[in-house]
């Protein structure tokens, strides 16, 4: 069985070449696998290997850019869902073109077991800020589905489609958390009063909620070569 842990982190990053190097040295011709991006704001993977090997990465992320196993969603796989290992520098981690955002500002994070009663509250407007291909082999009920070609299509949702004046209570769902730091300090900045999201994206909801509970529907896309996932690839989400 197979580890695989995604996980994201923003954070001013002074040299991320040098973590690259860092990251090199330590896992070439290891069992590790996957992509891992470095940007000047922070960085962004998904890898996976041996328990061990997983281990050792976030042990070193832990120590150079503080990130925290409560930050990383695990999930299992029979086998590498990755071909190549790869760690990458970029301009950003997740790109959101059109809009200047401070993603050191983000909404409130809501924690998986308490996502449900926002589901369930009639004043809440719950956004699915994935792409339509995405959203359409999954969601939470009730979600409105932008209907979004590519993520940097948020911003002009926003604006053409959405009142601050209106929509007053707002909570934001993706997969793994990372694009909702961006999507929900730009709300932020358009002066909607309450942004909320749900910390840890879907995957850290299936791991973290029993399935009897759960609110999910479908099955979450995710970039690799298992292409989805659902509760039963989290454990029985306690």
């Known amino acids: 069985m ?16 040098g973590l690259r190097e860092e990251l090199r040295e330590a896992f070439v011709g290891s069992d590790l696998l996957g992509t891992t ?5 922070g960085v962004n993977g998904t890898m996976a290997g041996s328990a061990e090997t997983i281990e ?4 070193l992320l832990g120590e150079r ?17 990755f071909r190549r290992l790869k760690f990458k520098l970029k301009r950003e981690i997740i790109t959101f073109r059109g809009a200047e955002v401070d993603p050191a500002r983000p909404g409130k994070y809501v924690e998986a077991k308490e996502w449900n009663a926002l589901l ?33 299509d948020f911003a002009s949702y ?14 934001m769902f993706c997969t793994g958390g990372i694009r909702c730091e961006k999507a929900s300090a730009y709300m932020l900045q358009q002066g909607f009063p309450e942004v909320f999201h749900l910390k840890g994206g879907i995957l850290k909801y299936l791991e973290e909620v ?6 999910w529907d479908g099955e979450c896309y995710i970039f690799d070569e298992r292409v989805s ?9 306690e």
């Open 210 to 215: 029993p399935v009897e509970t759960s609110r």
């Open 120 to 152: 369930a509250d009639p004043e809440v407007l719950v956004l699915d800020t994935r792409n339509t291909y995405e959203s359409e082999i999954g969601s939470f009920a009730g979600a409105v589905k932008p209907q979004l070609e590519t993520f940097s």
């Open 158 to 171: 926003v604006k053409e489609q959405l009142d601050p004046e209106k929509h007053r209570r707002v909570a």
């Open 2 to 17: 197979v580890t695989v842990a995604a996980y994201y982190r923003f954070l001013p990053l002074a040299d991320p070449a």
């Open 37 to 41: 991006l470095i940007a000047p704001e």
């Open 229 to 237: 996932v659902g509760h039963e690839d989290f454990g029985d989400g």
């Open 65 to 81: 850019v503080g990130l925290e196993r409560g930050e990383v969603k695990f999930s299992t796989a029979e086998a590498l869902p």
């Open 56 to 59: 050792r990465l976030l042990s």
